[in-house]
């Protein structure tokens, strides 16, 4: 339970409340953001590699195949990196949800980040959080705020493991195909 207390003054009743349930929806909209961009960057390179594939067979151009193979990768990993910069804005959001939790008791968000995998910088922060003592809510936001800091929430522990795995795959899908109609022309099998 946090040991931080602050008295409530000037403050409409479910002020706190409302931000609190308006955040996590924000939260909740970030996430889908970045999971459509994610979906949207493969939907296009792979649509991207197989036309042009396609295209470089007819014309038989290995530059183009080359190309082609090369151009949808870099897609897959511009959509990773869109991703990982539009988690950032998740982020961006836990200083004001600890702080609405512990003004208000809450303990659900407090607990997620503390119970993280690997988690040991996200612990660290809510402990620092929990231990606080201010005499208004402005007072706490400010040691809240004061004590965030981004780089303890890395993304490659927000991010799962299968944003990676997927771009991972699709790139090497891409080469593999690209290898398996290039190498029998320089490699003969008889």
Known sequence: MANSRVEKKAEPAGSHETEYQVIHQQRMAVIRSYNLWYAFGHVIAHSYFWLLLNLSLTLSSQPLMIATALTASLMIWFAYGVVLTIDRGVVGLYPRIIFLELTMGYDFYRDYLRRRHRGDTERSFIERCESLHAET??????????????????????????????????????????????????????
């Open 137 to 190: 809510a402005a007072e706490l936001w400010n040691q809240v705020y004061s004590l965030f800091n981004e780089k303890d929430f890395p993304a490659d522990r927000r991010i799962t493991a299968h944003f990676k795995t997927a771009a991972y795959l699709s790139v090497g899908l891409f080469w593999v195909v690209i290898a398996m109609i290039l190498v029998p022309d320089y490699f003969p099998w008889r």
